[in-house]
């Protein structure tokens, strides 16, 4: 298991050790918000979600596949004059995205699958779908694992590595787990700081192992703040989006698992 605190690691951490025995999955990370509404899309229904880097591509892609998709999208937290969406889980409903194409430019989460586009197979991870993904590791990944958190503008973010170690945290528990370098040390330590001051609240319900279905109203209440108080979280809170950071604060609540195409490494079902 190893943990590219940014996307610009990637590619240095899927060398170390032999050359040849480099990561066969790679879960990508951007709690606020891509891999969040990514999953929620795919939860409500979406045929495919497509990354594209830039807003140009995005325009491009969405005028060259078969059926008109829905163009979502932000730039530092706002939406894209003329997409259809944002980067909201809020906006998507049922109704709006189920059958559809999504294609997706974001600041920091669509940059991140591309830093990895290069790697087998690629799930896109965040806090709501962690046991999900962990299930689907645990079923389905025989090499090693490498979790990339998205960062912001370049810079380390709380938020990603919060997750990254939420998911190391639940994969720990399986019998194949090895820490593959410092990094996921880190994270998992992250997370068991945070898990331990909330086991510290004495109204607190304990940790659980199964899908908490939205999690214990302190538990959520608990994440939503660590949230609110990273970066991610404090550009979003000055960006009107409170309601985006609740959303993205409720462990596993979903279980859509996001996964790359074996046709094509940018688009997801």
């Not at 943990?3 to 899927?14: D, I, K």
């Not at 995205?97 to 669509?110: P, W, Y």
């Not at 709380?158 to 787990?177: M, P």
């Amino acid at each position: 298991m190893l943990v590219a605190l940014l996307p610009s690691q990637a590619a240095e951490l899927s060398l170390l050790g032999d050359p040849t025995h480099q990561p066969t999955t790679a879960i990508v990370i951007d709690t606020l918000r891509f891999t969040t509404t990514a999953s929620q899309a795919i939860e409500l229904g979406a045929r495919s979600v497509h990354v594209s880097s830039t807003v140009e591509q995005a325009i491009r892609l969405a005028a060259e596949l078969p059926t008109r998709p829905l163009l979502c999208g932000e730039r530092h937290c706002h939406p894209i004059e003329g997409f259809d969406l944002g980067n909201s889980p809020l906006e998507l409903t049922r109704n709006l995205v189920e059958g559809r194409d999504l294609v997706f430019t974001t600041t920091n989460g669509t940059l991140a699958v591309e830093a990895v586009r290069h790697i087998p197979s690629v799930l896109l991870g965040a806090l709501v779908n962690r046991h999900a993904v962990c299930q689907h590791v645990s079923e389905s990944t025989a090499g090693d694992v490498l979790l990339v958190c998205s960062g912001t503008d370049g810079q380390l973010t709380w938020e990603d590595v919060l997750t990254a170690g939420a998911i190391i945290d639940e994969l720990c528990r399986g019998e194949n787990f090895q820490y593959g370098h410092d990094t996921a040390r880190l994270a998992h330590a992250a997370w068991q700081v945070i898990e331990g001051r909330h086991s510290a609240n004495p109204n607190a319900i304990p940790h659980e192992t199964e899908p908490s279905s939205g999690g214990a109203p302190q538990r959520l209440a608990h994440l939503e703040k660590e949230l609110s108080h990273s970066m991610g979280g404090r550009n979003l809170l000055e960006s009107g989006f409170e309601t985006d950071v609740h959303f993205a604060a409720q462990l596993d609540c979903l279980t859509a698992v996001a996964k790359n195409s074996n046709q094509n490494p940018l688009a997801f079902c």
